[in-house]
Nanobody
Framework: QVQLVESGGGLVQAGGSLRLSCAASGRTFSSLAMGWFRQAPGKARDFVAAIARSSGATSYEDSVKGRFTISRDNAKNTVYLQMNSLKPEDTALYYC?????????????????WGQGTQVTVSS
């Protein structure tokens, strides 16, 4: 079993930055591909970014490319999402997820383990 705990959410003005963190436990971190998803009220949970187990390969949803950066520190069992140039439409509950799949899965169904989420609110 894998436990995931997100942190770093908050309220920020448009154009600002936040860094989300997700600490993992329960399994060798380097065996897990990691992803970030987000869900706005009344909407589906959408893919944001993913990072592969060890190659460092990444994938991003088009609307966050160039603004968000996913990274991981295998020594700290932590994955990060650096979010710059935030927009009001980035407001959502952000979830960290983990999978044993190879590569950088973009579908939520590929991820077996999920955190509780951290709220990001961007004011205009």
């Amino acid at each position: 079993q894998v436990q995931l705990v997100e942190s770093g959410g908050g309220l920020v003005q448009a154009g600002g930055s936040l860094r989300l963190s997700c600490a993992a436990s329960g399994r060798t971190f380097s065996s897990l591909a990691m992803g970030w998803f987000r869900q706005a009220p009344g909407k589906a949970r959408d893919f944001v970014a993913a990072i592969a187990r060890s190659s460092g390969a990444t994938s991003y949803e088009d609307s966050v490319k160039g603004r968000f950066t996913i990274s991981r520190d295998n020594a700290k069992n932590t994955v990060y999402l650096q979010m710059n140039s935030l927009k009001p439409e980035d407001t959502a509950l952000y979830y960290c997820a983990a999978t044993l799949w190879v590569g950088v899965p973009r579908g939520a169904s590929a991820y077996a383990y999920w955190g509780q989420g951290t709220q990001v609110t961007v004011s205009s």
